[in-house]
Structure formats: structure tokens, C-alpha cells
């Protein structure tokens, strides 16, 4: 028999039981456990324990999990620009209801070439105070705001997950192992979060990541999943983590994407 419960400051607040089905040398998938977790004001650490019984009523073995319960997130009506209306972009403000209208404070851009074909124009709006977010930029070799870097395509594969530990503003309160396993809605399981990274020494970490490589050779700049610069009076952030179909599934992508954008 299985039986199992979940709890929050050493109370139970769900419990049940059912029949296990074992097997010699196997795996059997036993069901799955439907969860009502609990409304919380903040983040909140809650245990899932399990536990297998023989016949006679006696424990064989045992496992936990702890799962983070986020408080559901306040709407904010926020106002973007926006370059294209098909790409990562144009998704990412429809899955966060952001408004968007011509002269926001805010310019999203996720293809580069509309970047570089009003590279003047927009410099200027962001030496004025604006805020300007580059998302999921290719790989190349780029100049934002006076800025070097370079987007590379991450070492050994697309990533799972990337360290919020940088100690930016915008990563305050963050749960250091929040930017990991992120599922993705639209598919309907965890994917990469990331497949480019971006490599400078002229940018300020937000969300750092690392580069390994089989090579001797030292990497030149700092390996960031998400950077910033001032110019003027404004903003550069520029992101490669995926967003889009995840800010709905998973609080740390929809609290990062709301910081984005202020």
C-alpha cells in the first residue's frame, strides 16, 4: 500500500492512500496524486511524502519531495512597443496582457535587423529614458548602445537551467533554483529554457550561465543568460531566455518577464 501527504510547517494539509502495484525488478507507474495546494501571501516550501507499506502495516521505504507555492501573481497593465507583431516578442506580450501601442516606454524587439535598420532612432529614444529589451537574439557578433557582445549558441547543448545569483536588483527575492526546468505550456512538457547565450565583458550580469567547453582555451567575457547597460537615461536588457509559453506554467518566468519591462 501506498500512502502519502502533504504538509506545510510540520502540519498535514492532504492525505490518502491507495494500493501499490510492484513488481520484480521493474518500474510500474503507481498514478498520480491531484494536489489542491495551499493559498499562500508568499513563497512557501511544502513537503509531498510517500511511503510504501508491506502487509503486515509496516514501512519498506519512503521519499519526499518539496515543492515551492508561489502567491497567484497580481495582473499589471503594462504598455509596449512593439517592431513585428509574429515573433517571441508579440507572444510574450500576449501571454502577459501587455498593451501594445505605438510610443510605449518600452521598445520589445526580438529580431536584431529591426534593431540595426533604426539602430539611430532608437538609440536616441533610449538615451531619452526609454527602456530597450532585445529578446532571443540569433548568434552573431553585435554592437547595442556602444555595447560589444556576442551570442553563442550554448556549449553542449540547449540548456535546462541558468543561475538568478547574480545579486541585480532584478533578481532580488528570486529562488536560486527557480530558473531551472521550466515547463513549457505550448508543448506540454519541460524543455530548454535557453538556446543562446550571450558572451561580453561590456554588459552587467542579470542572470548568469555558464560555458563549458572541452577546450583548454579561456572564454573571453562573461556568459550570461540575461544582461543590462544604461545608455542615457535609459535601459538596454537584452534576454535569451525563452519566455513565451512559459510565464503562464511557471512563477520565476512570469516574475522575471514583469522585471523586464520596468
Avoid at 182 to 191: F, P, T
Avoid at 230 to 257: H, M, T
Wanted: proline content about 5%; aromatic content about 8%; glycine content about 6%.
Amino acid at each position: 500500500q501506498l500512502r502519502y501527504q502533504l504538509e506545510m510547517d510540520k502540519r498535514v494539509l492532504f492525505s490518502n492512500m491507495a494500493a501499490a502495484r510492484i513488481e520484480a525488478s521493474s518500474s510500474i507507474f503507481q498514478g498520480s496524486i491531484p494536489l489542491r495546494l495551499p493559498r499562500v501571501a508568499k513563497r512557501r516550501d511544502v513537503s509531498l511524502r510517500i511511503a510504501l507499506f508491506d502487509a503486515n502495516g509496516k514501512p519498506v521505504h519512503e521519499s519526499s519531495i518539496d515543492i515551492k507555492v508561489y502567491p497567484r501573481p497580481v495582473e499589471e497593465r503594462h504598455k509596449v512597443s512593439l517592431l513585428n507583431t509574429t515573433g517571441a516578442a508579440a507572444a510574450l506580450a500576449k501571454q502577459m496582457n501587455w498593451e501594445a501601442v505605438p510610443n510605449a516606454n518600452v521598445l520589445l524587439i526580438d529580431n536584431m535587423n529591426d534593431y540595426i535598420s533604426r539602430k539611430n532612432e532608437l538609440d536616441k529614444q533610449v538615451a531619452a529614458g526609454k527602456t530597450l529589451v532585445l529578446l532571443q537574439l540569433e548568434a552573431g557578433a553585435y554592437e547595442v548602445a556602444g555595447k560589444k557582445l556576442t551570442i553563442n549558441k550554448c556549449a553542449m547543448g540547449s540548456y535546462y537551467f541558468a543561475s538568478p545569483l547574480t545579486g541585480h536588483p532584478m533578481t532580488a527575492g528570486c529562488d536560486p533554483l527557480g530558473f531551472r526546468f521550466w515547463y513549457d505550456g505550448g508543448k506540454q512538457l519541460i524543455r530548454p529554457l535557453m538556446d543562446n547565450m550571450i558572451v561580453s565583458d561590456d554588459l552587467t550580469a542579470v542572470v548568469s550561465t555558464g560555458n563549458p567547453s572541452w577546450s583548454t582555451a579561456k572564454t573571453v567575457g562573461k556568459s550570461m543568460a540575461a544582461a543590462e547597460t544604461s545608455y542615457g537615461k535609459g535601459k538596454v536588457r537584452i534576454c535569451q531566455l525563452l519566455l513565451q509559453d512559459r510565464v503562464q506554467y511557471n512563477p520565476e518566468a512570469y516574475r522575471f518577464a514583469s522585471k523586464l519591462i520596468r
